[in-house]
């Protein structure tokens, strides 16, 4: 069974033919990651219609200007109240390349650390966002050891012992590449992050395209795309849990 462990297919690009871009992707667990209030609710709903789709709410550090204390704080008691809906946390994290305002960059540290102690609070496993935040990212994760993370979007040779996810991106990305042969199997996970990260910049991204990912992984591992399948989705069950996959059979 294949996994994306990290997209948006809430996304309004999806709209106009979403039930044909999770049916192409049958064969794919999707985990759908909320930005926003907005945008966790709406993972709910595609949750709760799609089979194949489980749930991941979080608080997006890209949009910390248009969240008041007040806002972060009850979104916090709403993902509470769905804890045995959901998968994991996340989309939460760092982001400095869209973040410039040092004030707003200490917001996003503190959002960060609250959704880390609710993951924490929940037992759920994170997927973290981390863009030109690396030093900082991996400073705050150290302060919760006994979370179980996923680093989404992240390149850099040393995973630090957490779990890297893969997107289609990795294609065009020369160090995703070189990282994807340093690491063990053992430490990889599959992510389309759609629609973004496309093998082509330029085209709308999906969870079929995962299919696409584990091949290269393959290939650059030296290694048939059964078994490389095999291994990822055997991290995945290790990582989530026995019953991940269990729903979509």
């Known amino acids: ?31 759908n990651a909320g930005v926003d209030p907005a945008s966790n609710r709406k993972t709910m709903e595609l949750a709760d219609k799609y089979r194949n789709v489980k749930a991941c709410l979080g608080l997006h550090p890209e949009f910390i200007a248009k969240f008041t204390d007040d806002l972060i704080d009850n979104e916090i008691n709403w993902i509470r109240n769905r804890e045995k809906r959901i998968v994991a946390i996340s989309e939460i994290g760092l982001d400095y390349y869209w973040v410039k305002d040092e004030n707003q960059r200490e917001r996003q540290k503190k959002l960060f650390m609250k959704m880390l102690k609710l993951a924490d609070e929940l037992n759920l496993p994170v997927i973290t966002h981390s863009r030109d935040a690396t030093d900082d990212t991996l400073t705050i994760l150290r302060e919760f050891p006994q979370l179980k993370v996923v680093l989404h979007g992240f390149s850099e040779p040393d995973n630090k012992g957490y779990l890297v996810s893969v997107a289609p991106n990795i294609y065009r990305n020369k160090a995703k590449q070189r990282q994807v042969k340093e690491l063990a199997m053992e430490s990889l996970l599959t992510e389309t992050d759609s629609p973004l990260l496309g093998v082509d910049p330029k085209e709308r991204n999906e969870p079929i395209n995962i299919l696409r990912v ?26 989530f849990g026995d019953t991940i996959f269990s729903s979509v059979h």
Do not use: P, W, Y
């Open 214 to 239: 584990i091949e290269k992984i393959a290939q650059l591992k030296n290694m048939n795309k059964e078994e490389a399948e095999k291994t990822i989705s055997m991290n995945a069950v290790r990582f």
């Open 1 to 31: 069974m294949l996994i994306d462990v990290h997209c948006h297919i809430d996304d309004q690009v999806f709209d106009n033919d979403r039930d044909q871009v999770v049916g192409r992707a049958k064969q794919v667990l999707i985990l």
